[in-house]
């Protein structure tokens, strides 16, 4: 069984920055491409960002383009969402996924194991 367990979140203001953290415990953590979602209240979850499992590659979400960026360690079993140039409207909740399988997927889907989900508030 995989553990996601995310970290990082808070109450910010635009323009502002944050790092999240998600750490993974029960496998072997470079075995999963990795990715991070958001959920703001009365939306569907939707993607953000993905990296495949060496680091090599990574996707991004038009709306966070150019100020996110994501990163992993897999000696530390860590995936990171450097945020920069914080808005309102990345208000969230923010997941990290893992995928175990196949290609590196952007839809929730393609994902195995999910995290609790930490909290990201933007004021203006």
């Known amino acids: 069984q995989v553990q996601l367990v995310e970290s990082g979140g808070g109450l910010v203001q635009a323009g502002d920055s944050l790092r999240l953290s998600c750490a993974v415990s029960g496998r072997i953590f470079s075995r999963y491409h990795m990715g991070w979602f958001r959920q703001a209240p009365g939306k569907e979850r939707a993607f953000v960002a993905a990296?495949?499992?060496?680091?090599?590659?990574?996707y991004y979400a038009d709306s966070v383009k150019g100020r996110f960026t994501i990163s992993r360690d897999n000696d530390k079993n860590t995936v990171y969402l450097q945020m920069n140039s914080l808005k309102p409207e990345d208000t969230a909740v923010y997941y990290c996924?893992?995928?175990?399988?196949?290609?590196?997927?952007?839809?929730?889907?393609?994902?195995?194991?999910w995290g609790q989900g930490t909290q990201v508030t933007v004021s203006s």
């Open positions: 990296i495949t499992r060496s680091g090599a590659s990574t």
């Open positions: 996924a893992a995928a175990r399988f196949g290609d590196l997927g952007l839809g929730i889907d393609d994902y195995d194991y």
